[in-house]
């Protein structure tokens, strides 16, 4: 008897230690594929059909939440490729830390989610921001991640077409409109998820309005503010009401309950043990206000919260092998 519990012993030992060495390896392996093959994002982006997310810092660990994001995203789009862009993946860098054997190994295993450097200078090459690039220092910026963010965004869906989300965006169901902003308030546009079809107009007049109005010290002025004063500017402000989303032009501008059923100032209620209902009946995707979290509420695994329960539905991956462990 002390025998046989002793061979299982040793075969579940040798199995969780096989399991470690298959996802490290497998991380470098993921890594290496990305960081030393020669190729360009035109060579693997399809025109309007990619998803993209992004990573401006240098991290190189994705907080649940983000993974969370990109997880359901490449669920909720099956048939479309996912791009997760990260400014911390480069050709110089050491992979022997352990921060990576959860996230970059669990991405990497989504058929439909590919992990790619981001380089500044190839994002905004050929577009109006250019040469505002090659000019500002990032030293000097007060908000420079989201500023930089606020460009990658324009200039990406710009010159690929697509959907752009942030790490904060937890898709439910597909957005059936392929050129869209969303309405954050009855008057203000977010930049958090919108899409519009490779080199549409508008997108180069907003990178263009980017630059002439740039104030790098104003927060939201190259994002939130930038859309909404466009949209002011050539079509006026639509009146959205109720369900309705409305049109300017031939894009779509959504209603709130689109992405933000929940408003910024009611952030925690998504921590909160509450059952929803039919809140979100007419979402397609929920805006967790991370800014405003600033890290402080976590998903906590057995808490019952709300986002607990929705990571449990859209994002199982992550909430089995991240949150739980």
Known sequence: MKLWILCLSLFFLLF????????????????HRFLNRHFTAEDIIKSNTGIFFAETTEKLEPSPLAVCAIESAARTYPNRSVYFFMKGLTKDMTVNKSSFYKAIPLL??????????????????????????????????QFWTHVSSDGFRLAM????????????????????????????????CSNAVFGFQRHYQFLWDCMEDF?????????????????????ERQYGMPVVKGTEDATCGDFFILNRQRLYPIPYPAWERYFQVWNPSDTFKSSYALHFWNFMNKG??????????????????????????????
């Open 211 to 231: 630059v002439k109005n740039y104030k790098g010290g104003i927060w939201g002025q190259q994002g939130p503010k930038l859309l909404t004063r466009m949209v």
């Open 108 to 141: 990497s295993s989504i058929a439909n989610v590919h992990i790619l450097p981001l380089d500044f200078e190839d994002v905004f090459k050929d577009t109006p921001l250019y040469p505002w690039y090659q000019k500002v220092n990032p030293a000097q910026e």
């Open 16 to 31: 969780i230690c096989s399991a470690v060495y298959w996802m490290k390896t497998e991380s470098l392996r993921t890594l």
């Open 157 to 188: 869906v710009w010159k690929y077409g697509g959907i752009y989300m942030d790490t904060d965006i937890i898709s439910m169901r597909p957005i059936p409109e392929d050129d869209f902003l969303a309405l954050e308030t009855t008057k203000s």
């Open 296 to 325: 402080r509420k976590k998903v906590i695994a057995g808490s019952n919260s709300l986002a607990e329960n929705l990571f449990i539905k859209y994002c199982p991956h992550t909430y089995q092998f991240i949150v739980r462990h």
